[in-house]
């Protein structure tokens, strides 16, 4: 099914549970070459054992346009937060692996890593076709948490496996004391996510998005309407094994592709509302193409 204006105007979810398609091309990279490893003397900084918080204001590590973050193979990381990384369209900051993979598996944490306030930017495992330079696992949340007004960002390479809700989160949620949060203050733009692996995932696949396009009410203020997205690309993914729906894109208003991913095995825990393969959530405009869906309960 190809070139598909999907178009959601309603409060529900237009919710696909079967794309027609050709595979993805990234075939799972069973016969892919070994990576040329990086090595960790060409990073700008590697995140030492311990380090918990990647500050990259002037005042704390001064992150420049173009540095490269590292996480080094071997080093027992806990959950890692990335904050003020701020690169530029040109030059962004790269958040990569160095001297091989790089596991960062946690027990009874609320996730694996975090960006928060930061823009223009990469979080690589590489550039190999079925090589994950970056392995998430074993928070008993989300795996890879993209929040609080990140933006402009690629993530590409990562592997994320046996979280118990969702494996990525990318949105800011509306808050009552916060204005900035809300729909015409923030807007997250030019977002690609590809080429990542998903498995034995406890709830959604891929949250991209508020849930809630027409207005969220939690914290007793009223209705808040959330943030959009323009400009948003999410291809050649591969998503087995999760108990609620494979990826969900909402409030992505303009610009949006969701091409060549592949999705099998979703729905597992059966739940009527939450069982699909891909959910094209409110005020989404999206072409929706090239992707094969198989094995779900919805």
Known sequence: MKNILMHTPYVGFILLSMLAACGSDDDAG??????????????????????????GAPNQLNIKPGDVICLGAGVKYTTLTFKNIIGTKEKPVVITNCAGTV??????????LKTSN?????????????????????????????????????????????IGNAAVVAKTDPRCDDDNTLRGNFTMR???LH?????????????????YYYG???????????????NISVYNNRVTNTGWDGM??????????????????????????????????????????????TNGKG
């Open 118 to 162: 930061s823009k223009y930017f990469r979080i690589t495992g590489g550039d190999v076709d079925g090589y994950y330079g970056i392995q998430l696992s074993g928070s008993k949340l989300d795996g890879l948490v993209l929040v609080e007004f990140s933006n402009n960002f690629e993530v590409d390479h990562i592997e994320l496996s046996n």
């Open 190 to 192: 030019d977002v690609s």
């Open 248 to 293: 969900q894109v909402s409030c992505a208003v303009s610009g949006t592709r969701i091409h060549h991913n592949t999705i099998d095995n979703y729905g597992t825990k059966n739940d009527i509302n939450q069982r699909d393969g891909i959910v094209i959530g409110g005020g989404t405009n999206a072409l929706c193409y090239n992707n094969f869906v």
């Open 30 to 55: 069973k016969n892919a070459p070994p990576p040329v490893v990086k090595e960790c003397s060409t990073c700008t900084y590697v995140v030492p054992e311990g380090k918990t918080t990647i500050d």
């Open 195 to 211: 080429h990542n692996y998903i498995h034995d995932i406890g709830k959604e696949g891929f949250y991209i998005g508020h849930s």
């Open 103 to 112: 596991n960062i598996q946690v027990v009874d944490k609320p996730f694996n």
């Open 216 to 230: 969220y009410d939690k914290g007793g203020c009223g209705s808040l309407l959330p943030h959009t997205i323009e």
